[in-house]
């Protein structure tokens, strides 16, 4: 037994209005405003951890190699 074309197109037309409401909603609130800045903090507190441990990485990869990394793989800003 399948359902109508029409019951598939009025379900798909409901979810997307609502969908269109929820995102407006959370315009409206601010709510991408406070993600945003709640990630910015986030990676503000681990850069010194990620910094070390990138240092540590390419310490590690020049031990290895026998010498400096490449300038395509070293992310040192000129």
């Known amino acids: 037994m399948s359902l ?3 019951y598939y197109a009025t ?3 409901t979810c997307f209005l609502i969908g269109g409401c929820m995102e ?3 315009i409206r609130t601010g709510f991408y405003e406070r993600v945003t800045a709640i990630e910015a903090g ?3 507190e681990t850069r010194e951890e990620r910094e070390a441990f990138l240092a540590a990485l390419k ?3 020049e031990q290895k190699t026998g010498g ?3 300038p395509t793989l070293s992310q040192e800003k000129p």
């Open 11 to 13: 379900v798909a037309g």
């Open 24 to 26: 407006a909603f959370m």
């Open 68 to 70: 400096p990394l490449p």
């Open 42 to 44: 986030r990676l503000e």
């Open 59 to 61: 310490a590690q990869v």
């Open 4 to 6: 109508p074309p029409r």
